[in-house]
């Protein structure tokens, strides 16, 4: 039976659940704190005598590239989140209020979750070094926007049918075109399916790995794989690398704590409708 | 009237689904057929002329039995974590929804590894995983148990044990979003009659959530395949190809040896292979869209 009492053995359970999950983002924030004397010395020696020291070394105090990673990782995902909202918004109002391809559209876009982005590695990369893209943020804005538009285009078109369509059909009669009431009533009504887009395309653009691995040499590099190679370049300064990879984890954290009631509804709704 | 609104109609849905049909044919249709194309040609980084080459990169490649160990070792790798994650998950939302303190925190805090980049978890898998400065080994010291978590006995549990952390949060909020769907009187009355807890997640919220438990499974399986990053980190595909998922041999068949002809044919080979499933997938993931 399922009780209104507080359930303090509950609590226990899912404290020691969420502290195991969290233990690698805790102990990036343990060691940043650190001095390398005291990481170097052991596991468990508390000392946090380093200060911000770290955090300052990969903000630039110690010259790494890291800063300018972390200024194409915000570029790439933002350009990504505009890019998507830009080509998956019109189209779904095409596709659910205008009959645009019947059902055809978003079945394309739910097949093509079968397809492993893997398959596009090859061609990507002679497609893009063709016209010379390779290690520019366009290129990955371009490819994360065509990764995450299906996702959106769906997060849209089930948002559409949730609008009920008594306004547009009144806003119609009095001689409004097509552009007008996707404008001045459809758009202002998406806020909240606009907000679960955003803030999924921001959290896997800035995920991105594979993409960014064969398609970024050095001026484009985002910070996932900044930091992978980080530990191979600098692998004793513990220190500045788990500053480095807790400061790459923050914006899309942040983001996506505030927008949290957004995600939950994308991310079930994106998933188990999508 | 009539007639002139569904012609204005017409043009502006052309107009609004043009970016997107032009964004399919640019990065879709275009390297599908690229992709095709250098499966069927000799294109290797040590050789500048591309030629065609009939099936020679299949022939090849299906006499690889790299190939064929990857694609086992990424299908166990995925149906065991798949099956794992989708048991926790469960779990965890059964505990998860009932009368918590503290709820909202402990849900914001379970959620944080869906947030955070697979290859930026690996990066602190390895700070964590250290055997000179990590967490683990020396947690392990402290009761004179020596570890060596990348020996290869135990390293195939190790990655499925990360791969949990950062996805057993995905399944348990799927099946904690359902599950709020399931009205508190169907416990009531589960019990009124006499049913047991157990009983009643049995008889009843299992069934009511199987359409949840197919989506979970569908994606995490379908995930699960293309997984690269974490492992990739973590040990490059070895020790020498024991770990090597299907991404693994695509990405280092076209950047470390440089065969791009035989890595597009592994890539065609691995979408047929998943094709016979997709009819059925488009099934199920649009029948639970009417729900």
Same mark, same amino acid.
């Given at each position: 039976m399922k009780s209104r009492k507080k359930s303090w053995l509950a609590f226990i359970i899912i404290l020691i659940t969420a502290l195991f999950l969290n233990l690698p983002l805790l102990g990036a924030i343990f060691n940043a704190l650190r001095s390398d004397n005291a990481i170097a010395s052991g596991a468990f020696v508390w000392e946090f005598d380093a200060g911000f020291s770290h955090f300052q070394n990969a903000m630039g105090a110690a010259g790494y590239d890291f800063p300018s990673f972390f200024v194409n990782s915000i570029l790439i995902s933002l350009g990504t989140v505009t890019l998507v909202t830009l080509v998956a918004l019109p189209a779904a109002y095409a596709v659910a209020r205008l009959g645009f391809g019947g059902p055809w559209i978003l079945r394309i876009a739910v097949g093509l979750r079968v397809i492993p982005a893997i398959f596009f590695l090859v061609p990507f990369y002679i497609m893009f070094s063709s016209i010379n893209l390779i290690d520019t943020i366009w290129v990955l804005i371009l490819v994360n926007g065509f990764t995450n538009t299906t996702l959106a285009l769906l997060i849209f078109s089930n948002a559409l049918a949730e609008l009920p369509l008594e306004i547009e059909e009144a806003a119609a009669v009095?001689?409004?075109?097509?552009?007008?009431?996707?404008?001045?009533?459809?758009?202002?009504?998406?806020?909240?399916?606009?907000?679960?887009?955003?803030?999924?395309?921001?959290l896997f653009t800035w995920a991105d790995y594979l993409f960014a691995v064969i398609l970024t040499a050095s001026d484009a590099t985002p910070v996932t794989v900044g930091a992978a190679n980080f530990v191979t370049s600098y692998g004793v300064r513990w220190g500045d690398i788990s500053a480095a990879v807790v400061l790459s984890i923050l914006p899309p954290l942040v983001f996506a704590l505030f927008a949290q009631r957004f995600l939950v509804k994308g991310l079930s709704a994106g998933a188990v409708k999508g | 009237m009539n007639q002139t609104r569904s012609l204005e109609a017409r043009r502006a849905s052309w107009i609004l689904a043009s970016p997107l049909l032009i964004f399919f044919a640019a990065l879709l249709v275009l390297p599908i057929y690229l992709g095709l194309r250098t499966s069927l040609s000799r294109d290797r980084f040590s050789n500048p002329e591309v030629e065609l080459s009939g099936i020679e990169n299949y022939v090849a490649l299906l006499g690889d039995p790299d190939f064929w160990e990857s694609i086992r070792f990424t299908l166990t790798f995925a149906i065991i974590a798949t099956s794992l994650q989708l048991v926790l998950g469960f779990l965890l939302a059964l505990i998860f929804d009932r009368n918590v303190p503290g709820k909202k925190y402990l849900f914001s805090a379970v959620l944080i590894p869906i947030m955070i980049a697979p290859s930026l978890m690996a990066v602190m898998y390895r700070l964590l995983l250290n055997e000179n400065i990590g967490i683990v080994p020396a947690f392990f010291g402290l009761f004179n148990i020596e570890v060596t978590l990348f020996s290869p006995n135990a390293l195939f549990p190790l990655l499925i044990?990360?791969?949990?952390?950062?996805?057993?949060? $995905?399944?348990?909020?799927?099946?904690?979003?359902?599950?709020?769907?399931?009205?508190? &009187?169907?416990? &009531?009355?589960?019990?009124?009659d006499g049913s047991s807890y157990a009983e009643t997640v049995r008889r009843i919220v299992i069934p009511l959530l199987k359409p949840a438990i197919v989506v979970v499974i569908l994606l995490r399986f379908l995930e699960?395949?293309?997984? $690269?990053?974490?492992?990739?980190?973590? #040990?490059?595909?070895?020790?020498? #190809?024991? #770990?090597?998922?299907?991404?693994?041999?695509?990405?280092? #068949?076209? $950047?470390?040896?440089?065969?791009?002809?035989?890595?597009?044919?592994?890539?065609?080979?691995?979408?047929?292979?998943?094709?016979? $499933?997709?009819p059925w997938i488009i099934k199920r993931l649009s029948t639970s869209e009417q729900q």
């Open positions: 009095d001689g409004a075109t097509v552009f007008q009431r996707l404008r001045l009533i459809v758009i202002p009504l998406l806020g909240p399916a606009m907000v679960a887009v955003a803030v999924l395309t921001f | 044990l990360l791969d949990c952390i950062q996805f057993v949060p $995905f399944t348990f909020l799927l099946f904690y979003a359902s599950l709020q769907n399931v009205p508190d &009187e169907l416990y &009531e009355a589960a019990s009124i699960g395949i293309r997984n $690269f990053d974490v492992i990739y980190i973590l #040990t490059g595909g070895g020790p020498g #190809t024991m #770990t090597q998922t299907v991404g693994i041999y695509i990405y280092k #068949t076209a $950047f470390s040896q440089g065969d791009f002809g035989l890595a597009a044919a592994a890539s065609v080979v691995l979408v047929l292979l998943l094709a016979p $499933f997709t």
